[in-house]
């Protein structure tokens, strides 16, 4: 039975957190940046200043507005300034070359580009190169440009009617192929932000570090959930080590997110300390499976780790390791590979299910694989322009990751390969993560990849490369010895190269790349 | 520019929460019922039997089933197990006469009344008496059929196609007229367990003891929010503080919602200290603000207030005292008096105005009364079988709560009056709310209630009830001085009188009661 509202229903949005907490929170630190705060009140202001600015350029729905930032204030300013205006907010990946930020700029029709100072030099040619012209807006530096038009601006606010309006468009890193421009809905992320708030357990008492990109899957929708409770944001221009530990000890950072290969480099830092003047740090960590002994030494820091899963095709993490209290009852190694596992999805996440080639569910037992498929409130729209490549990653209504995996009996996903990623030798599947985790036990390996590298008997076989902890030393010999106590001996690396790893800029192991090494070198 | 999602929205529905924590915290204790556990495996199982049970009986899509019922995991299961087929949950208030019941069950024209043990001498008869035919299901007790049915049943779930169908329906408590039956949809009680979840800063660590009867407005929307982090319930069949102490030691209560009344009376209990071995207790309180008194006796026994503002047509707190943490630096004066403020919207809560009869704003300059109005998606769809009604609360997309206050400066609303309530004196506007607190402020005084009486000069005078602390004393003639003391003279009570006030079944002080108290001694 369907009723009417007899009050009108409030579309959905991101914005409404800003508004609140504008309001309630307007004395309060919104933003730390370097030596310089803003109050919510301040920050309220000068998003509606930009989304007049905004305006006053002609910029309304059906309009791009691109940002190339780094996580500075700029960048927050731009994610509810820009909807504000009913146009559309389109994050760049900071470490694209300028053809790369051409292409987006000429595919999405941005209309305006925001610049980083820092950024200029790779920004300013990719809107000159584009075929349509674009408006540049340069935020900091010398040549800024925004702390005029903000200052000249009438100030402008207004929610969408329409909560299935276009939010913003995340492109894809594109490790093959073109970027696709991932398109956002406010639904989608007011969800996200609440789902983030609650799993986070953030509140108006938490310091968040912005160590993620903020351009990355809109922050991952956390520009929303720390608004969202009032809580302060804390910028970080450059992912460094020892800036991270200065801010977190300067600010009493209480949360921050990063992909393991950060966390790793935290915890080597000679910098890294238990704080007890201070509190736990939450971290969220996505992208990989943190290992058994990663997560000993940062729980040695104070750092409490919860594993997400997603892609910018689900508005970030929207599949959680939840881990139920009774798991910290598991012996240490049990629990780590519990939370090695992707999990299950977050409050708002919708469902799973893990789906054999035929198209059936395969079996709850941990073993069987297939592809991880979602659907929910908090997946893309489809790809802008791109009908073709829509229908094809969401054919049914459920959107396939990718991502090969299988379902545990309790309902919680883990992820045994990218599809393209698995390693058939001999006939048998092997999944890379498995191997992975078997060398990262030995306690010299900091991090490992597992690729295929042709076999002339085999098909392929598992080749792997390795870093070392600081001063740590173990032959190749001695770690296919050891695998070989782990898992089946079939699936042990024939080769092991020392070297660091080549990643892409939201910080991906380039597997691509691996595959060509381990190739070249056979 | 509105885009069309590729994969399906879900409905926003609280049953989603059940069903995700009945997966993910499956093994963990979802409701504890004095000797009895339901793991939340078990809980979503019984629930699927109970919708599979109402099936069979002919319930789905357009019917009512009505459960009267105490704060036991039989009344949790309704609130899942009946709209999982489609119909709608009706809770009734266990403390109406058997005419009353029988109104509502007529009203509403419910087909089966699940009914207690304890409460089915009221309820069996109410059903009887009504004209049309109802199945009654006696929960527990020698007559028990529930079980038999639960046992006997194919498991059913369903989730709503739209966010809009009818959830449930609350009868507000009528203390003038007939009850109205208020209608809430899913949407708005997804959004609201969304928002009490995380204002209460729920997690799967919390236990939630239930004092708040989970009939009055769905709970305030917790069946939902405990059940979305997959925190465990305590039931609690009957409010006694001996009882609510014992619960908290026993199981570590972390959370639990109540009236002030219930506070004063745990805060007198000589079982009351403070429990340094166990967490601090956060309560969310509603309905008056608790005075400063009350606070400080209670931070002495380590409970956190957070107060709340909201009416059954709101879903329970749309509103909420957010206490920004440089609160947390005022002068414990100060600090009682900002969290004595209704607040601002919660986090999912839309808008708030206040209103003068004329219908614009009044200045927020914290002194200017009017009538406070709210908007959003937790407002009610409407008065079941009462468009006139409906139209009335909600005349233009605004709800009137019939509630007067002012709007503070920084957007804080606070609450001067019930409108019926104002005491109009010499044609001065006396907010009976202001008189009570300055009443409250002596040390002797437990809680007073402040009402019109008549008054040959002034046409209206403030007469008080006031209830004394145990062992306490003090003279009417010493209260009226040290009120005059803190308020204008002509705002103090010209008559006192101790007493017990008579309360609603709701807890709330019935003031029309006192108003005829006040002029029949007259």
Chains 1, 2 share one sequence.
Not at 53 to 66: H, K, N, S, T, Y
Not at 188 to 208: E, I, K, N, P, V
Not at 382 to 392: F, I, S, V
Request: charged share 20%; hydrophobic share 40%.
């Amino acid at each position: 039975m369907a009723i009417d509202a007899t009050t009108p229903w409030e579309a959905l949005t991101p914005l409404s957190f800003l508004e609140r907490s504008g309001a309630v929170f307007a004395d309060r630190t919104a933003f730390i940046d370097g030596a310089s705060r803003l109050t919510y009140g301040e920050l309220f202001d000068r998003v509606r200043r930009l989304a007049g600015a905004l305006r006053e350029q002609g910029i309304g729905p059906g309009d791009f507005v691109a940002v190339l930032a780094p996580n500075r204030h700029h960048l927050l300013e731009a994610h509810f300034g820009v909807p504000a205006t009913g146009a559309t907010v389109v994050p760049l990946n900071t470490r694209l070359a300028t053809p790369e930020l051409t292409y987006i700029l000429e595919h999405c029709g941005a209309r305006t580009l925001l610049v980083a100072d820092e950024l200029a030099e790779r920004g300013v040619p990719a809107a000159d190169d584009a075929a349509h012209d674009i408006e540049v807006v340069h935020l900091g530096g010398s040549r800024d440009t925004y702390e005029q038009l903000l200052a000249a601006a009438r100030p402008w606010w207004q929610r969408p009617d329409d909560e299935g309006s276009l939010l913003a468009v995340n492109y894809t890193s594109g490790t093959t192929g073109r970027p696709k421009g991932v398109m956002y809905h406010h639904r989608g992320a007011y969800l996200q932000g609440m789902a983030m708030a609650l799993h986070s357990r953030l509140s108006s008492d938490s310091t968040f570090l912005w160590t993620l990109p903020m351009f990355h899957c809109n922050g991952w929708c956390f520009p929303y959930a720390v608004t969202a409770v009032g809580a302060t944001h804390v910028g970080l221009p450059r992912v460094d080590p020892a800036e991270i530990w200065r801010l977190i000890e300067e600010h009493d950072v209480s949360h921050l997110n990063a992909a393991p290969t950060v966390l790793i480099d935290l915890v080597r830092h000679p910098d890294a300390r238990p704080r007890p003047e201070h509190r736990p740090i939450q971290v969220a960590t996505g992208g990989a499976p943190p290992s058994p002994t990663l997560l000993e030494q940062l729980a040695d820091l104070r750092i409490e780790v919860t594993h997400l899963y997603g892609l910018t095709e689900t508005f970030g993490p929207s599949v959680i390791c939840e881990e139920p209290p009774e798991w910290r009852d598991l012996p240490a190694d049990q629990l780590a590979r519990r939370k090695a596992r992707q999990g299950v999805p977050n409050a708002v996440g919708g469902r799973i299910r893990v789906i054999a080639p035929e198209g059936t569910d395969v079996p709850a037992d941990g073993q069987a694989m297939g592809e991880v498929a979602l659907r929910g409130n908090t997946i893309m729209a489809g790809y802008l322009h791109d009908a073709e490549a829509t229908r094809q990653a969401i054919p049914d209504g459920w959107f396939r990751t990718g991502d090969l995996g299988v379902m545990h009996p309790d309902g919680y996903v883990e992820l045994r390969d990218r599809s393209k990623d698995i390693i058939v030798s001999g006939g048998e599947n092997i999944a890379s993560i498995e191997v992975e985790q078997a060398i990262a036990s030995h306690p010299a390996v900091a991090e490992a990849a597992v690729v295929a590298g042709q076999h002339p008997r085999w098909g392929e076989t598992p080749v792997a490369f390795v870093t070392l902890h600081a001063d740590a030393t173990v032959s190749a010999e001695d770690l296919i010895a050891h695998t070989k106590q782990r898992i089946a001996s079939y699936k042990a690396p024939t080769r092991v190269e020392f070297r660091e790893l080549p990643r892409t800029s939201t910080g991906k192991i380039q597997k691509y790349r691996l595959r060509e090494l381990a190739n070249d070198a056979e």
